[in-house]
């Protein structure tokens, strides 16, 4: 087994502790575990949730409560609800989360989503 593998678990979200990230407006609470290139999270946005930056990292984000904004900084506005899915690599969509209610989000990233040129 290397370094990079990960043995069958299971993950009991109930005794990972909570992170606050303040927001523009409101406040982000993370639940992570950190493996080797792997990043999976559990993110609840308080109502009124407004992130204070444009994230260009990739992510796999699927909604599993509640309902978010994902805005492009483009403009481009996507509304994802309770069972939807965004994916996006590394570096190519700068996006930020709004949310004008509570919402629960499982989010998924790592080096599987860098940027590649080939």
């Not at 946005?45 to 699927?62: E, R």
């Not at 409560?65 to 309770?82: A, M, R, V, Y």
Request: contains cysteine; hydrophobic residues 35%.
């Amino acid at each position: 087994m290397n370094h990079q593998n990960i043995p069958f678990q299971t993950i009991d979200w109930a005794a990972v502790p909570k992170e606050e990230h303040m927001g523009e407006t409101g406040s982000a609470f993370w639940q992570t575990l950190q493996f080797q290139g792997l990043r999976i999270r559990i993110v609840e946005y308080s109502k009124g949730y407004s992130a204070d930056h444009w994230c260009s990292k990739g992510h796999i984000v699927h909604c599993l409560e509640g309902e978010f904004i994902s805005e492009l900084q483009d403009g481009k506005k996507f509304s994802l609800t309770k069972g939807m899915t965004y994916v996006v690599s590394d570096e190519l969509s700068a996006h930020r989360s709004i949310s004008k209610t509570r919402v629960k989000l499982m989010i998924i990233d790592g080096d599987f989503l860098k940027l590649r040129t080939e």
